[in-house]
């Protein structure tokens, strides 16, 4: 007999079902809504082993699901083994409870929110990123405080689904009081970094550098887009909110001009409340775009309602009256007829696939397109101890002309309205009528 008994090292995810309730409030299908569920679950580390859904004009208010469902979710946990129950729709603390009671120890019960937060906990890699969702996560346990969720930080070695919340937290911090203080601490981290941040916006603002963002649904391939288009290496997968934090690229044009392009957060029907306040700063980087690229996965037949989603998204942030392009991605998996009738219903949109880089000169010069728009052709003259501004001037501008004269550089150029107000005060005084 050996001395020491083998034990397999290897992942074994959790077994989770899923339920949902048809309530007849969602453009979305049930169906459709739980596949997306099942992904998300896959994308936690989880293998979907049952699916329970229930038709109902309301939830009822002590389980969310019918009595009889109730039954119907225990004795699946039994027979399929299950570890978890994944709830379609958000439970509240008390809803929570009761079916935690009827399931018994040690199957957890969580909902979509709480998947999506164990998912983001994950995933956010930079200090702003930790912090918002640090801040989600504890928003969501406070009122579930009681006699709940003690898993969550008291018994962090099981592992699993659900079991990051309040990363690094003691169990005495598992205290209404210490929480409050912890989420006003957080807050102030953040009102911290989202200054800065401000301040950084602000610089690129000033400095007449147009701004562009990627938004989108999860999974449309942003990051991927970005890679391509500036030669970056930003993590990209194909999974669920693959990549939470933003990253800013630079890029210059066929025209010479340099623009900077910012991956965002993937945004996902029933999106927490508490995550969009939370990320408030890191999509305030789209607020303040000069063009949003909105990037569709034209493969998912589910495309105009991810596109809705969006646009809700950008509405709740503000950013609905923002230039916008609508871009369709992942453009190699569609047949020729299902692209067809793409660009029939969408004339002005731009069609790509960023994974086998096609279709991204046109999206350059669209992007060219939107950037010179408004623009104005002026001849200045800037003295030769302007450096930086001549800098300027070749970075960020379309230079048409120049020549080295005794009292600086004379340049015709295609200027931005942030450019040529800079620039005003160095219009050259022999610049032809019909540029003035």
């Known amino acids: ?97 009761n079916l935690e009671k009827a399931v018994g120890d040690p199957i957890k019960i969580i909902d979509r929110t709480a998947l999506i937060l164990d998912i983001f906990g994950q995933h956010a890699t930079t200090r702003e990123g930790q912090l918002q969702v640090q801040l989600a996560q504890l928003t969501y346990v406070l009122p579930r405080l009681r006699g709940m969720w003690s898993h969550l930080v008291g018994e962090q070695t099981r592992g699993g689904i659900g079991s990051r919340f309040g990363q690094g937290e003691s169990q005495l911090e598992v205290d209404r009081r210490l929480i409050r203080r912890r989420i006003s601490t957080l807050k102030n981290e953040l009102k911290t970094l989202e200054t800065r ?134 453009c190699d998996l569609l047949d020729g007829d299902s692209r067809a009738s793409l660009e029939r219903d969408y004339p002005d949109a731009q069609f790509i696939s960023a994974r086998e880089a096609r279709g991204l000169r046109g999206l350059l010069h669209r992007i060219a397109r939107e950037a010179s728009e408004g623009d104005t052709t002026l001849t200045v003259c800037i003295p030769y101890g302007k450096g930086l501004l001549i800098k300027m001037i070749r970075e960020r501008c379309q230079l048409i002309h120049e020549s080295y004269e005794e009292m600086g550089i004379v340049a015709t150029v295609r200027a931005s309205a942030r450019m040529a107000a800079t620039l005003a005060p160095y219009r050259y005084e022999d610049e032809p009528a019909d540029q003035q």
């Open 1 to 97: 007999m050996a001395r020491f008994e083998h034990h397999s090292t290897a992942f074994v995810p959790e077994r989770a079902i899923l339920v949902g309730a048809d309530l007849g409030r969602s453009d979305w299908s049930l169906d459709d809504s739980l596949d997306e569920l099942g992904r998300l679950a896959e994308t936690d580390g989880a293998e979907v082993v049952g699916v329970l859904t229930q038709r109902l004009d309301a939830p009822i208010p002590k389980t969310f699901i019918g009595k009889g469902k109730v039954e119907e979710v225990v004795s699946a946990v039994r027979a399929l083994d299950a570890d978890v129950v994944i709830f379609d729709d958000e439970l509240t603390p008390s809803q929570q409870a």
């Open 197 to 330: 941040r401000e301040v950084q916006s602000k610089a690129r603002w000033e400095s007449g550098v147009y701004r562009v963002s990627l938004v989108g649904y999860t999974n449309a391939g942003k990051s991927t887009l970005l890679n391509a288009l500036t030669g970056a290496d930003v993590y990209a997968r194909d999974e669920l909110f693959a990549t939470l934090d933003p990253t800013t690229r630079a890029l210059e044009l066929e025209e010479g001009r340099k623009i900077t392009l910012t991956d965002t957060v993937g945004f996902i029907q029933k999106l927490p409340t508490m995550l969009v306040e939370a990320f408030k700063s890191t999509l305030a980087e789209a607020r303040v775009a000069d063009l949003i690229l909105l990037v569709c996965d034209a493969s998912d037949p589910n495309y105009k309602l991810q596109i809705a989603a969006v646009e809700k998204a950008l509405s709740d942030i503000g950013a609905s009256e923002i230039t916008r392009v609508l871009v369709f991605n992942k």
